[in-house]
C-alpha cells in the first residue's frame, strides 16, 4: 500500500514557477512510476508527467514539455513537479499518482492517488 500527499499548489501569475511535492510512503518507493495527472473544472483529468527511477526515464505531455520538470529523491520518498513559465491554461487540480511497474500516461493504470493540490495561474 503507498499513500501519496501533495503540497505546493498555490496563486501564482503567468509566467511564474511553482514545485509541487509529493511524499509517498511504503519501503518500495523507487520501485513505483511516479506521475502527476492535473484536472481543470469540467474537464477530464490530463496527463502531465511521468518518471521511472529504473532507467531514469520521463515522459512529458506536449503541453508542458520544455516548461515543467519532473524529478524524485528516492532519500525522501518523494517526487517533485517544477513548473516554469506558467500559462493560465496551466490552473488546474494537479494529483500525484503511482504504479508499480513501468510508467504510462494514461489515469486508469494508475493504483494510488493523492488528494491533490490546487494550482492557479492569473493572467
Known amino acids: 500500500q503507498v499513500q501519496l500527499v501533495e503540497s505546493g499548489g498555490g496563486l501564482v501569475q503567468a509566467g511564474g514557477s511553482l514545485r509541487l511535492s509529493c511524499a509517498a510512503s511504503?519501503?518500495?518507493?523507487?520501485?513505483?512510476?511516479m506521475a502527476w495527472f492535473r484536472q481543470a473544472p469540467g474537464k477530464e483529468r490530463e496527463f502531465v508527467a511521468a518518471?521511472?527511477?529504473?532507467?531514469?526515464?520521463?515522459y512529458y505531455a506536449d503541453s508542458v514539455k520544455g516548461r515543467f520538470t519532473i524529478s524524485r529523491d528516492n532519500t525522501k520518498n518523494t517526487v517533485y513537479l517544477q513548473m516554469n513559465s506558467l500559462k493560465p491554461e496551466d490552473t488546474a487540480v494537479y494529483y500525484c499518482a503511482a504504479r508499480s511497474g513501468i510508467l504510462y500516461n494514461t489515469a486508469e493504470k494508475y493504483d494510488y492517488w493523492g488528494q491533490g493540490t490546487q494550482v492557479t495561474v492569473s493572467s
Open positions: 511504503g519501503r518500495t518507493f523507487s520501485s513505483y512510476a
Open positions: 518518471h521511472r527511477w529504473s532507467g531514469d526515464i520521463t
